[in-house]
């Protein structure tokens, strides 16, 4: 069983368009953590949220933590071919190392 | 360099063949973590150390798996006997905080990518 679900699994839209990624999971996390993880490399942090309810913007993307602590997404405003990649969800229970859902693999066509 | 640096990106190893990969963390960073990313996977968590004390070795699949850091600095993981469900991208991360859940203020290399036929 999959401890952090993450929708859609693949996901191609074109330049300028608008998009949500889910993070959904049965468990409170104590801390949620989006990563950008390209071909070839190792994930990038994007964003650390702790707080239920919390929002975060980083330009065109805007993280929220739902008010449980048990859900989480990510919207992306006119998505640009540069935001291809892997969306990745992380959370900490507890005392827990991180765990990953499977991730969003997001595909941006100019 | 900057970043956590792996070696070697690829390996191919026969089956049953023994591997080591190397993980060189940032300089003075106490944890270090490795995960494992299978295709179309999340990474999922195998090892942690803080310093040269392994922690945790909670997600280690099999005995065949081994990681070491004898001086709290470059770590290796070691595959004996491989097998072909250990084809995967071997990931590093440290961490200038301690604890387990230090990784959430990790950095991450490149990987590994094992091929193992």
């Known amino acids: 069983t999959q401890l952090l679900e993450q929708s859609p699994q693949f996901l191609s839209i074109q330049e300028g368009e608008n998009l949500t990624v889910y993070c959904n999971s049965s468990s409170v996390f104590s801390s949620l953590q989006w990563y950008r993880q390209e071909p070839g490399e190792g994930p990038v942090l994007l964003v650390t949220?702790?707080?239920?309810?919390e929002v975060k913007k980083l330009k065109r993307l805007t993280f929220q933590f739902g008010d449980a602590r048990k859900d989480s997404s990510l919207h992306i405003t006119a998505a640009q071919p540069g935001d291809t990649g892997l969306y990745l969800c992380a959370g900490v229970v507890g005392n827990t190392p991180l765990v990953f859902g499977k991730g969003t693999r997001l595909s941006v066509i100019a | 360099g900057a970043g956590v640096s792996q070696s070697p990106r690829y390996k191919v190893a026969k089956r049953g063949q023994d591997v080591a990969l190397r993980c060189d963390p940032i300089s003075g960073h106490v944890s270090l973590f490795w995960y494992q990313q299978a295709l179309g996977q999340g990474p999922e968590f195998l090892t942690y150390?803080?310093?040269?004390?392994?922690?945790?070795k909670s997600g280690l699949p099999s005995d065949r798996f081994f990681a070491e850091r004898p001086e709290g600095s470059v770590s290796t993981l070691k595959i004996q006997r491989t097998q072909q469900e250990d084809s995967a991208v071997y990931l590093c991360a440290s961490s200038l905080v301690q604890g387990a859940t230090a990784v959430t203020e990790a950095f991450f290399g490149q990987g590994t990518r094992l091929t193992v036929v």
């Open positions: 949220v702790v707080t239920g309810g």
């Open positions: 150390f803080q310093n040269e004390a392994q922690l945790d």
